[in-house]
T-cell receptor, first 109, second 112 residues
Framework: ELKVEQNPLFLSMQEGKNYTIYCNYS?????LYWYRQDPGKSLESLFV?????AVKQEGRLMASLDTKARLSTLHITAAVHDLSATYFC?????????FGTGTRLKVLA | KAGVTQTPRYLIKTRGQQVTLSCSPI?????VSWYQQTPGQGLQFLFE???????NKGNFPGRFSGRQFSNSRSEMNVSTLELGDSALYLC???????????FGQGTRLTVV
């Protein structure tokens, strides 16, 4: 059974600090996605990672994929309050899309 | 460009009833996928439709079904509702299967 684990589950960080969210998955995958969800809202697509070594950056967020290690990271640089949200990774297996548990990020002023 | 539209936004049903949720994808998008989100189970994939064909399916009982019409609009049906079906149901559309997704605002279903 494909499992997708994110850690940490909760992250409270100071503005201006850097941190990384990890997404481990248990089997080979075709694609990996990162999403953001604000409280009471829907999901917003952040990144799609298609191949080993893929790195994508948007503003203060950078995502990378290591298919050999079955690991993706979402790195936050110089966090700001607006980044407070829940972040999900999701893995496509060819038959289904499996989401991680989510990381609830709170950036403190 | 209009986004993904889900109707209704909120719904209250009684156990044993059935419900139909609707999703209108972004114009030109042919792939529609459905997800269930609950505090206990998180986000779970229900199924994906592409050009009116179900391409992928998650691990849900047969009470959950869906379909896609020729205009790419999709409906999801849940029969014999149970309390545990209370959740936020999200729909997402894509140009092609699996290439990123744009999510709708969701339908919050409460089963009493």
């Amino acid at each position: 059974e494909l499992k997708v684990e994110q850690n940490p589950l909760f992250l409270s960080m100071q503005e201006g600090k850097n941190y990384t969210i990890y997404c481990n998955y248990s089997t080979t995958s075709d694609r990996l996605y990162w999403y953001r969800q604000d409280p009471g809202k829907s999901l917003e697509s952040l990144f799609v990672l298609l191949s080993n070594g893929a790195v994508k950056q948007e503003g203060r967020l950078m995502a990378s994929l290591d298919t050999k290690a079955r690991l993706s990271t979402l790195h936050i640089t110089a966090a700001v309050h607006d980044l407070s949200a829940t972040y999900f990774c999701a893995v496509e297996t060819g038959r289904a899309y499996i989401f991680g548990t989510g990381t609830r990020l709170k950036v403190l002023a | 460009k209009a986004g993904v539209t889900q109707t209704p936004r909120y719904l209250i049903k009684t156990r044993g009833q059935q419900v139909t949720l609707s999703c209108s994808p972004i114009s030109g998008h042919r792939s529609v996928s459905w997800y269930q989100q609950t505090p206990g189970q998180g986000l779970q994939f229900l199924f994906e439709y592409f050009s009116e064909t179900q391409r992928n399916k998650g691990n849900f009982p047969g009470r959950f079904s869906g379909r896609q019409f020729s205009n790419s609009r999709s409906e999801m049906n849940v029969s014999t509702l149970e309390l545990g079906d209370s959740a936020l149901y999200l729909c997402a559309s894509s140009l092609m299967s699996g290439v990123g997704a744009f999510f709708g605002q969701g339908t919050r279903l409460t089963v009493v």
